[in-house]
């Protein structure tokens, strides 16, 4: 029971500060000593149920994409049997998790965001680097900066909703008591960002929920260390429960539980499709409705005019498409450019795309790593091979794919006299930006078929000198993409400053890292306290005279 007399305030938040890993910097040498630590050992890695470590001798082996016969490390696989046991220690947990103070909730995920900023970096980063084929930069901006942000940001959101209380009039006096769900969080997280696999079980914990988290298989690794991270900062047992395994093995039990209260996810549109449907036909035994929170797919566009800045344009081209080999949701993938402007960045753009220096993360020379896995590799491959094969497309850089060290494919850049062709229209979800050239005076048109062209609507942006043109786009492309961006590439957003998600097939647009994500994950209550209460149930004008 909290018996302080104060009213609690969270630090204002500030975005950390991006280490630069230069040669001769301390951070460079820590980095570089902690990913040679990690690669001398294998990890074998439990379950986490109940703060208890749970085995369950069905594993798995997580190698290093870009030396994928190289093994470090082993987890276990959750079923039926160890999601029974999670849901019952997320119930026992939600007895004094969810009735624990918010500043004292707030307080274990504002050390967490401490640690990583300082002690702990070094160990994300290298596990990210290495479980995930991250460059120091990618990494650094996602396992440390964005994760500490979430921490920092969250905590403060959290703050600002429970200060919201309405008006009380004179003789009575009124509050919003806000409760966590009725039942535990299911937090689905991807291995592209482990700033993600770090928010989205989080998030809902803030806010007093108990989560039941399942981490992508291919992402594992640095799952690991989020939970130790948690630990170190305090988080009790059960609050945060860590079953990793197969979609069908952990996930279908989940959503059959009765105390399934929510949804956070982010992944591919087709799960989570199948994930609301699973849900919508299990209302008549859960005790309410769960909330469903998901960002999904992207087919995010980089739209050119005739006015741009044509070496920004190449700049947004190149990093936008092929930062972490073009696996992030919001990664362009297609772009519009008018022919004058093409003719006058081709060369040095294809230039720019053959010069991209392709390697092992550990070699920090390098900008682009490896694909995540087999299975993308081969994924990834299908469309490369296919726009090899098609009349209307021509590779111009790239197109070159070998798993036989490590899951590479080089940076393709396909040109396509067809808007409509497989790789404008399709997530690819790797390193293939495919270029439409439009003809000069074609602005407006081209805009509509960029609308209508994919059915996600995450991110995408617009290059113009020309104000006017700019408008024009922002009300075209106005329900195009959830994060619009104006003379910059479509990717990079920062937690407090560009709130993210997207629409349409790309999710349910609730804006992860900010106050509208929080707010999904308590159901309040309003309460009224009446200090005058009547003594005579009839009302004046019931009286004759």
């Not at 890993?21 to 820590?30: D, L, M």
């Amino acid at each position: 029971m909290n018996t302080l007399n104060t009213i609690f305030q969270i630090p204002e938040p500030v975005n950390e500060p991006i280490l630069n890993y230069a040669p001769g910097s301390r951070e460079r040498a820590e980095l570089k000593a902690k990913i040679a630590e990690l690669r001398g050992q294998v990890i074998d890695i439990p379950l986490i149920i109940g703060g208890k470590e749970v085995r369950t001798g069905r594993t798995a082996d997580i190698v290093i994409p870009h030396e994928n016969k190289k093994v470090i490390g082993r987890y276990h696989k959750a079923g039926p049997k160890e999601v029974e046991m999670a849901v019952q220690a997320a119930a026992e947990a939600r007895q004094t998790w969810g009735r624990m103070p918010w500043h004292a909730r707030a307080a274990i995920f504002l050390k967490a965001g401490e640690l990583l900023a300082t002690t702990w970096r070094s160990t994300l980063n290298a596990a990210t680097m290495l479980g995930q084929s991250k460059n120091p930069y990618q990494a650094e901006i996602d396992s440390a900066c964005e994760l500490v942000d979430f921490y920092r940001f969250n905590t403060w959101f959290a703050e600002q909703i429970h200060d919201q209380q309405p008006l009380s009039p004179s003789g009575s006096w009124n509050y919003v008591d806000y409760r966590p769900l009725e039942g535990f969080v299911f937090a689905v997280t991807p291995f592209n960002f482990t700033s993600i696999a770090g928010n989205l079980p989080t998030a809902p914990a803030i806010m007093g929920n108990t989560v039941i988290w399942k981490p992508a298989s291919s992402a594992v690794y640095s799952a690991y260390f989020l939970n130790k991270l948690w630990q170190a900062a305090g988080l009790p047992a059960g609050a945060i429960n860590m079953l990793p395994g197969s979609g069908g093995e952990v996930g279908n039990p989940v959503i059959a539980s009765r105390d399934l209260m929510g949804l956070h996810f982010t992944g591919s549109t087709g799960v989570f499709n199948g994930m609301w449907s699973a849900i919508t036909g299990n209302f008549s035994k859960y005790r309410g409705y769960p909330r469903v929170v998901g960002e999904t797919g992207g087919k995010d566009f980089i739209f050119a005019h005739e006015s741009c800045d044509p070496e920004a344009l190449k700049c947004a081209l190149v990093r936008g498409a092929y930062e972490y080999q073009g696996q992030k949701c919001s990664a362009a993938s297609r772009s519009y450019i008018p022919r004058s402007v093409w003719n006058a960045i081709k060369d040095d753009l294809v230039a720019q795309v053959k010069s991209v220096k392709m390697g092992p993360a550990e070699d920090f020379t390098n900008f682009f790593n490896a694909v995540i896995d087999k299975g993308a590799f081969k994924t990834i491959k299908g469309y490369i091979d296919f726009a090899k094969t098609a009349p209307d497309a021509k590779i111009l850089a790239g197109g070159d794919c070998d798993d036989s060290e490590g899951y590479f494919i080089q940076p393709t850049l396909i040109e396509t006299t067809n808007p409509k062709f497989k790789t404008m229209e399709e997530e690819i979800f790797g390193p293939v930006m495919t270029v439409y050239v439009y003809e000069d005076g074609k602005f407006d048109e081209t805009l509509k078929l960029c609308d209508e062209t994919s059915p996600y609507a995450l991110t995408g942006a617009i290059f113009a000198q020309d104000r006017a043109a700019v408008l024009k786009a922002e009300d075209a492309l106005r329900n195009a993409a959830g994060n619009f961006y104006i003379n910059d590439k479509p990717t990079g957003a920062v937690v407090g400053q560009q709130p993210f998600g997207g629409a349409r097939a790309s999710g349910t647009n609730d804006k992860a890292g900010s106050i509208i994500n929080m707010m999904r994950w308590t159901s309040p209550r309003a309460v009224k306290e009446n200090f005058t209460p009547p003594h005579d149930y009839r009302y004046p004008f019931m009286l004759e005279k």
